[in-house]
């Protein structure tokens, strides 16, 4: 069971430092478009493993611009549903007042003293 949580752990490291190899040439490329770019070796798997990347360099890789525009395109589709279940309950409660203030209007409804 832990063979495919190491295998997960490699490949996240081996994407990581492949990000991280891209955002470092793409400057490079720009300035120097002479010829095409090198591409390193990709590790073996039987391999020794570097060190754990940290949580901060895979933070400054993506952002946290990403997560809070998640996040607010989340709280913008939770407004939108909410004001949507508001507007179908007040038509519903609409609909039962008019349904039953004609059924309570009929003859054979009126209290009678």
């Known amino acids: 069971m832990k063979l495919w949580m190491g295998e997960r752990d490699q490949l996240i490291?081996?994407?990581?430092?492949?990000?991280?190899?891209?955002?470092?040439?793409?400057p490079a490329r720009a300035v120097a478009a002479a010829g095409p770019p090198r591409a390193e070796p990709v590790k073996a798997v039987g391999q020794a493993r570097p060190a754990e990347p940290s949580?901060?360099?895979?933070?400054?890789?993506?952002?946290?611009?990403?997560?809070?525009?998640?996040?607010?395109?989340?709280?913008?589709?939770?407004?939108?549903?909410?004001?949507?279940?508001?507007?179908?309950?007040?038509?519903?409660?609409a609909d039962y007042d008019a349904i039953f203030s004609k059924a309570r209007a009929t003859p054979g409804n009126l209290i009678r003293s």
């Open 55 to 93: 949580k901060s360099a895979a933070i400054a890789v993506m952002g946290p611009a990403p997560m809070a525009s998640e996040r607010a395109e989340i709280a913008r589709r939770v407004a939108n549903f909410k004001a949507q279940q508001q507007k179908f309950q007040r038509a519903r409660e």
């Open 13 to 26: 490291e081996q994407t990581l430092a492949f990000v991280q190899g891209v955002a470092a040439a793409k």
